[in-house]
């Protein structure tokens, strides 16, 4: 059974500070994914990551994929206060028939002014 | 917005009741899928469509069903509702099963209250 494990489940930090969010995997896959979920709202896709080694950035968020790790890290750069919110990677075995996500438990970041 | 639309936004209900949770996917997407997210469980795959036809089960209890109509939209159905069933509900749609890119896009979710 495939397993996500987030770390750290909470994260609290300080405008202007760098950190990363680590997200481990169980079984053998080349599909990760970042979400970002405001409180009590749904999810929003950040990241799609396809293969190994694929880094990607949008603003001061980078994620990257370590398939032979089964490693993906999401690093917040000068965090600011608009980025606290709840983020979740998540897994799938990218075969038809087989495309539900497996979470992580979740890192929740609050941005400290 | 992602396109994907659920109803209703909130519903409050009594144990043993039944209700439904619909959902309608984005224009031109043939998948759909069911979540539950619960602060003791986290987010949890419920159930997959795929143009009409189940195509995945994840820990969906035998209380709950569902199906995917002609049109696409599709209906979460939870009977015999329990306290433990109170939860946040989220479909989610995709363009793609099965390829590459295939990007799950989720709707806003219905907060589920049982009392």
């Known amino acids: 059974e495939l397993k996500v494990e987030q770390n750290p489940l909470f994260l609290s930090m300080q405008e202007g500070k760098n950190y990363t969010i680590y997200c481990n995997y169980s079984?053998?896959?080349?599909?990760l994914y970042w979400y970002r979920q405001d409180p009590g709202k749904s999810l929003e896709s950040l990241f799609v990551l396809l293969s190994n080694g694929a880094v990607k950035q949008e603003g001061r968020l980078m994620a990257s994929l370590d398939t032979k790790a089964r490693l993906s890290t999401l690093h917040i750069t000068a965090a600011v206060h608009d980025l606290s919110a709840t983020y979740f990677c998540a897994v799938d075995m990218g075969n038809f028939g087989n495309e539900k996500l497996t979470f992580g438990t979740g890192t929740r970041l609050t941005i400290i002014p | 917005d992602s396109g994907v639309t659920q109803t209703p936004k909130h519903l409050i209900t009594a144990t043993g009741q039944r209700v439904t949770l619909r959902c309608s996917p984005r224009s031109g997407d043939l998948s759909v899928y069911w979540y539950q997210q619960s602060l003791d469980q986290g987010l949890q795959f419920l159930i997959q469509?795929?143009?009409?036809?189940?195509?995945a089960k994840g820990n969906i209890l035998e209380r709950f069903s569902a199906q995917q109509f002609p049109d696409l939209h599709s209906e979460l159905n939870l009977s015999s509702l329990e306290l433990g069933d109170s939860a946040l509900y989220f479909c989610?749609?995709?363009?793609?099963?099965?390829?590459?890119?295939?990007?799950?896009?989720f709707g806003p979710g219905t907060r589920l209250t049982v009392l």
């Open positions: 079984t053998t896959s080349d599909r």
């Open positions: 989610a749609s995709s363009p793609h099963p099965g390829q590459a890119w295939n990007e799950q896009f």
């Open positions: 469509y795929y143009n009409g036809e189940e195509r």
